[in-house]
């Protein structure tokens, strides 16, 4: 029986050939669908024989949203960064508005003393 794991579909290819004639391969998903197609090469010169081929092969709709999440997870992380530099650069922007304010208050208050004298 064909195990099944998120983000994979299992193919189980079933392969069976009687004496005379050419051999038939059906091919199962974990989906329940089943394509029927035949093979050239014989399975064994004489008699039946029967094999099973188990292949995982990844759902491309899973890989897709594993690199979508992959590509979300660096854009997030770019934007925390962004914001901490900008949460910085208002930090300091705060600090030169207080520092002009004061050095404002200072020019005017020099003038005031220079016009008394």
Do not use: C, W
């Not at 998120?6 to 079933?14: E, H, K």
């Not at 014989?42 to 979508?68: C, E, I």
């Amino acid at each position: 029986m064909a195990s099944y794991s998120p983000g994979y579909n299992t193919n189980v290819i079933y392969s069976s050939r009687s004496s005379n004639s050419r051999p038939a391969t059906t091919t199962a998903t974990a989906n329940n669908t089943v394509n029927n197609t035949s093979i050239a090469k014989p399975t064994s010169a004489k008699g039946s024989t029967f094999s099973v081929l188990s292949v995982q092969v990844m759902d491309p709709y899973y890989r897709d949203l594993q690199s979508l999440q992959s590509d979300h997870n660096s854009l997030l992380s770019k934007l925390k960064q962004i914001q901490q530099m900008l949460q910085g650069s208002y930090q300091e922007l705060a600090m030169v508005q207080q520092r002009s304010k004061r050095a404002e208050a200072d020019s005017e208050r020099l003038r005031t003393q220079m016009n008394i004298i």
